[in-house]
């Protein structure tokens, strides 16, 4: 058993609330979630937004492990997690033995994950753009139905929708 994927792993319990990784905090390790469940966040305009929870079998932290960037985001256990810890150095030993397109694209994809992730984080909360949003979705929906459906859904979601809409406008217009 000296072979490294035969290694046994440190594990680490996290209690409901913790937190394991604060956004900013330089990385030493990425973590497998082997019970549990966690939640990530990133600050954007001065507030937490959870950016996506994550559970059984999921990792997360290897970003900043192969960016050598910092922290981009929090993780907290949203109930009683155990994790598997993977730091730098095992991380470091797999990929030298990853083939090397794959290695190569690594970084190009944990760019691209960043830079949505940040574009996401920049948009703002306003009514008008919760209203965009939900017009959109709206219109993908409607798109994807049958001509038959169609009229129906226009009868009975958008109905509703625009009437959404109007008290949404007028809450936002309220002193």
């Not at 497998?32 to 966690?38: A, K, P, R, T």
């Not at 794959?102 to 306003?126: F, H, V, Y």
Request: hydrophobic share 35%; proline share 1%; no cysteine.
């Amino acid at each position: 058993m000296s072979s490294a994927s035969n290694q046994l792993h440190e594990r680490k319990f996290v209690g409901k609330g913790d937190f394991i990784i604060r956004e900013g905090e330089e990385a030493m390790s990425a973590y497998l979630i082997q019970s549990g469940e966690v939640s990530v966040t990133a600050q954007s305009q001065g507030e937490q937004i959870e950016l996506t929870r994550l559970g059984v079998g999921q990792i997360f932290g290897e970003m900043s492990l192969i960016s050598s960037d910092k922290r981009t985001a929090s993780v907290q256990a949203t109930e009683d997690t155990i994790l598997i810890l993977i730091t730098k150095n095992t991380l470091r030993k797999k990929l030298e033995h990853t083939d090397p397109t794959i290695r190569a694209l690594l970084p190009m994809l944990l760019g691209r994950l960043s830079s949505s992730n940040k574009t996401l984080l920049s948009r703002g909360k306003s009514f008008e753009q919760i209203i965009t949003d939900a017009k959109a979705a709206l219109h993908d929906v409607k798109s994807m139905l049958e001509a038959s459906e169609k009229r129906k859904y226009e009868e009975s979601v958008e109905t509703r929708f625009n009437a959404f809409v109007s008290a949404l406008e007028a809450f936002q217009k309220r002193d």
